[in-house]
């Protein structure tokens, strides 16, 4: 997510990066309330849910009253190379 912001920053501005942010932590507390939100992704890997923002997929796990962050990835990129082993990015 740091580099996302960076590019942001980098390429369109820090109001653009900071507003950028402000809505992924919108999104994000969403996500954390919602339970079961996201699209399945278990072909991919075990209790894999996904999740669009903007042009990003936000990649995760919900366990007991946890939802853990594995991945967050440009909708561009390619998913075939990823690790989804748990480990957030």
């Known amino acids: 997510m740091e580099e996302s912001f960076a590019y942001l920053a980098a390429n369109a501005g820090e109001v ?3 507003r950028f942010a402000h ?5 994000l507390e969403w996500l954390a309330h919602s339970g079961t939100a996201g699209v399945s992704r278990t072909l991919i890997s075990p209790g894999l849910r996904m999740l669009v923002f903007k042009s990003y997929c936000i990649y995760f796990r919900i366990a007991d009253d946890e939802c853990r962050i594995v991945r967050f990835l440009s909708a561009r990129r390619d998913i075939s190379v990823q690790s989804f082993s748990g480990e957030e990015d």
Not at 23 to 27: E, G, R, S, T
């Open 16 to 18: 653009a990066s900071l």
């Open 23 to 27: 809505d992924l932590a919108v999104k």
